[in-house]
Nanobody, 123 residues
Framework: QVQLVESGGGLVQAGGSLKLSCAASGRTFRSYAIGWFRQAPGKEREFVAGTSWSGASKSYARSVEGRFTISRENAKMMVYLQMNSLKPEDTARYYC????????????????WGQGTQVTVSS
């Protein structure tokens, strides 16, 4: 069992930065890949970034590659999403999720989800 809690969302102007955090609890956290997803109003939830259990492998959606960076600190049971050069189209609720089978881009592959944190980018 893994519990996830996101934080760090907020309101930022276009071109600005935010760092989201995902705090995990549960003894098996270190064996899980973690993904960040987002969902904008009226749209389906979409994959943003993912990291393997070790942090050695990472994957990004094309729309955020070069602007967002995912990282994790297993000793602290934390996963981060550094978001730079934010655009209004990045506005969404951001979720972290855990998957014991490795990085995946489909939300159905993930076993545990947080409640999300809202990111709003103004133009």
């Amino acid at each position: 069992q893994v519990q996830l809690v996101e934080s760090g969302g907020g309101l930022v102007q276009a071109g600005g930065s935010l760092k989201l955090s995902c705090a995990a609890s549960g003894r098996t956290f270190r064996s899980y890949a973690i993904g960040w997803f987002r969902q904008a109003p009226g749209k389906e939830r979409e994959f943003v970034a993912g990291t393997s259990w070790s942090g050695a492998s990472k994957s990004y959606a094309r729309s955020v590659e070069g602007r967002f960076t995912i990282s994790r600190e297993n000793a602290k049971m934390m996963v981060y999403l550094q978001m730079n050069s934010l655009k209004p189209e990045d506005t969404a609720r951001y979720y972290c999720a855990a998957n014991d089978a490795g990085i995946a881009t489909r939300e159905g592959e993930y076993d545990y989800w947080g409640q999300g944190t809202q990111v709003t980018v103004s133009s």
